[in-house]
């Protein structure tokens, strides 16, 4: 371990940028996502391209972009199409190597829930902003990747409500709702990473370092597996820590 001081959203972002791979197509919204994307094209992916689900394909932002509609995405970009061409004619038809999705719950097998919280939607204990493009990501990205905290209220061993799928309940249940994409192959947390085994359920793969499998196990609410093989994450660097604070976010708006 270093001796570098790092908050858990940094800790996140960095590691989900690794995932990366250099000339992915990544489906991509603003906030800690973005950040991920952009840090991965500053290293190891400068053949990054990221589509915007308002319609800007290959976008080079000058600053940092407030929302999915900000102008600064235009500027630089590829191609601006409408927004039907772009789930249609990229996401639908296979052209979207990655989805990048969050949300306030993600249960045993990757479901992801962003509408309700309580089991009565028409009168929930908190309504939430809903699905957006969230819920054709990922169904039709050819793989996904979530970032959250690890909290024991964000890891209930079920949804309370299925706003986009992951491997719903379990092996083939995917081919079987008519899903392409193969569905999220890693949860990156503020403890480590989880990543499905073969039937669909999340496992603990990765641990960061300090943290302990106990931790996360605490955090979960169903009894979490833990790999065999369970790896240690490679520490955040500097060189990535100044990307993201002095280049990507100097105001701290998505990293506070």
């Given at each position: 371990?270093?001796?570098?001081?790092?908050?858990?959203?940094?800790?996140?972002?960095?590691?989900?940028?690794?995932?990366?791979?250099?000339?992915?197509?990544?489906?991509?919204?603003?906030?800690?996502?973005?950040l991920?994307?952009?840090?991965?094209?500053?290293?190891?992916?400068?053949?990054?391209?990221?589509?915007?689900?308002?319609?800007?394909?290959?976008?080079?932002?000058?600053?940092?972009?407030?929302?999915?509609?900000?102008?600064?995405?235009?500027?630089?970009?590829?191609?601006?199409?409408?927004?039907?061409?772009?789930?249609?004619?990229?996401?639908?038809?296979?052209?979207?190597?990655?989805?990048?999705l969050?949300?306030?719950?993600?249960?045993?097998?990757?479901?992801?829930?962003?509408?309700v919280?309580?089991?009565?939607?028409?009168?929930?204990?908190?309504?939430l902003?809903?699905?957006?493009?969230?819920?054709?990501?990922?169904?039709?990205?050819?793989?996904?990747?979530?970032?959250?905290?690890?909290?024991?209220?964000?890891?209930?061993?079920?949804?309370?409500?299925?706003?986009?799928?992951?491997?719903?309940?379990?092996?083939?249940?995917?081919e079987?709702?008519?899903?392409r994409?193969?569905?999220?192959?890693?949860?990156?947390?503020?403890?480590?990473?989880?990543?499905?085994?073969?039937?669909?359920?999340?496992?603990?793969?990765?641990?960061?370092p300090?943290?302990?499998a106990?931790?996360?196990?605490?955090?979960?609410?169903w009894?979490?597996?833990?790999?065999?093989?369970?790896?240690?994450?490679?520490?955040?660097?500097?060189?990535?820590?100044?990307?993201?604070?002095?280049?990507?976010?100097?105001?701290?708006?998505?990293?506070?």
């Amino acid at each position: 371990m270093t001796d570098l001081t790092y908050s858990s959203v940094e800790l996140m972002i960095i590691h989900s940028s690794r995932l990366l791979r250099d000339g992915d197509v990544v489906f991509v919204g603003v906030g800690q996502p973005n950040l991920a994307c952009n840090l991965a094209k500053r290293t190891h992916a400068p053949n990054l391209t990221m589509i915007y689900e308002a319609g800007v394909i290959g976008a080079e932002p000058e600053r940092l972009p407030l929302s999915i509609g900000d102008p600064t995405l235009v500027t630089g970009s590829l191609s601006v199409v409408s927004m039907f061409d772009i789930f249609s004619l990229y996401l639908q038809k296979g052209n979207v190597d990655v989805g990048f999705l969050g949300g306030a719950q993600i249960d045993r097998y990757g479901n992801i829930n962003a509408t309700v919280i309580g089991s009565d939607y028409n009168h929930p204990k908190t309504r939430l902003p809903g699905s957006g493009g969230a819920q054709e990501i990922a169904a039709w990205a050819n793989r996904c990747y979530i970032m959250t905290p690890h909290q024991l209220r964000r890891f209930p061993e079920k949804v309370d409500f299925l706003t986009s799928a992951g491997y719903i309940d379990g092996k083939g249940a995917r081919e079987k709702a008519g899903l392409r994409g193969a569905g999220p192959v890693c949860v990156v947390t503020d403890l480590g990473m989880l990543e499905p085994d073969e039937n669909g359920e999340l496992v603990l793969t990765t641990l960061h370092p300090g943290k302990t499998a106990d931790q996360a196990k605490a955090n979960t609410g169903w009894d979490l597996k833990v790999s065999k093989d369970l790896k240690i994450s490679s520490d955040v660097t500097q060189i990535e820590l100044d990307i993201l604070r002095n280049e990507l976010d100097p105001s701290g708006i998505y990293l506070k």
